[in-house]
């Protein structure tokens, strides 16, 4: 009985070690789980589900052949992928969730997201954050044709390359008060997130006497990065790339 969490992947046409190490993971590990969650930033990009490349049409295959096998997968959108939608959900056999879902962890509640929203300090993203998940402006969007949502998509990806340079490891790290603050509303000691690519297992007592455990995972850049989770235990893993 394993419930496997992933996220901050970045998957590209050009990542290949990384894609290679994904494809092994689905159909090795992921293929024996009670569930798969997805945690964001599956993609280095999404441009929209009308993405009818080779690259999208061998990840969407992945999770079909998963889905298809009985294994439940859930997807909670990230920074970089928040253009998914339910077509790609059609094609997958995933199951969207919402920013902040709470779940049933072998009879242990916990909440789960991205992490992006945690990061309050980083007022800039935030704002963009607003903007870029206004349902008009993301239908507009969706209907243009593909070769310039990719131009449209370059430059976002240039900005905030050139954004991040310039912030603070601290502005882009979580806020510890809006991480009890979201705890607490949801009634729960275990919160489980993506995003920042600072993978450890953090144990505080919150501001109420309350022991709690927030769990970050990890980033795909240089290896494979999992969650495994057990009635009994949840530990992160690494998956090493392997040979060519």
């Given at each position: 009985?394993?419930?496997?969490?992933?996220?901050?992947?970045?998957?590209?046409?050009?990542?290949?070690?990384?894609n290679?190490?994904?494809?092994?993971?689905?159909?090795?590990?992921?293929?024996?789980?009670?569930?798969?969650?997805?945690?964001?930033?599956?993609f280095?990009?999404?441009?929209?589900?009308?993405?009818?490349?080779?690259?999208?049409?061998?990840?969407?295959?992945?999770?079909?052949?998963?889905t298809d096998?009985g294994?439940?997968?859930?997807?909670?959108?990230?920074?970089?992928?928040f253009?998914?939608?339910?077509?790609?959900?059609?094609?997958?056999?995933?199951?969207?969730?919402?920013?902040?879902?709470?779940?049933?962890?072998?009879g242990?509640?916990?909440?789960?997201?991205?992490?992006?929203?945690?990061?309050?300090e980083?007022?800039?993203?935030?704002?963009?954050?607003?903007?870029v998940?206004?349902?008009?402006l993301?239908?507009?969007?969706?209907?243009?044709?593909?070769?310039?949502?990719?131009?449209?998509v370059?430059?976002?990806?240039q900005?905030?390359?050139d954004?991040?340079?310039?912030?603070?490891?601290?502005?882009m790290?979580?806020?510890?008060?809006?991480?009890?603050?979201?705890?607490?509303?949801?009634?729960?000691?275990?919160?489980?997130?993506?995003?920042?690519?600072?993978?450890?297992?953090?144990?505080?007592?919150?501001?109420?006497?309350?022991?709690?455990?927030r769990?970050?995972?990890?980033?795909?850049?240089?290896?494979?990065?999992i969650?495994?989770?057990?009635?009994?235990?949840?530990?992160?893993?690494?998956?090493?790339?392997?040979?060519?």
């Amino acid at each position: 009985m394993t419930t496997l969490f992933i996220s901050d992947l970045h998957l590209s046409p050009n990542t290949t070690d990384i894609n290679r190490c994904f494809t092994q993971f689905m159909r090795n590990e992921a293929i024996h789980a009670d569930a798969l969650y997805v945690l964001g930033d599956l993609f280095d990009f999404w441009v929209g589900d009308d993405d009818s490349s080779d690259f999208a049409k061998q990840v969407r295959a992945e999770f079909k052949q998963l889905t298809d096998r009985g294994v439940p997968c859930f997807f909670v959108k990230g920074n970089r992928d928040f253009l998914v939608g339910q077509r790609f959900a059609k094609q997958t056999g995933m199951t969207l969730l919402g920013d902040e879902t709470v779940i049933d962890l072998y009879g242990r509640k916990a909440v789960i997201l991205h992490g992006d929203t945690l990061c309050t300090e980083d007022t800039q993203y935030l704002a963009f954050r607003a903007k870029v998940n206004q349902p008009w402006l993301q239908w507009v969007f969706n209907r243009l044709p593909m070769m310039l949502k990719r131009k449209i998509v370059g430059k976002i990806q240039q900005g905030a390359r050139d954004t991040k340079q310039s912030k603070s490891l601290e502005i882009m790290d979580v806020t510890q008060s809006e991480v009890e603050d979201v705890m607490t509303a949801h009634n729960v000691d275990l919160m489980i997130h993506g995003h920042t690519h600072r993978p450890n297992t953090h144990r505080f007592t919150s501001s109420n006497q309350q022991a709690m455990t927030r769990i970050v995972l990890g980033d795909w850049y240089e290896q494979g990065s999992i969650l495994s989770c057990d009635p009994h235990s949840l530990t992160l893993e690494t998956r090493p790339f392997g040979e060519k």
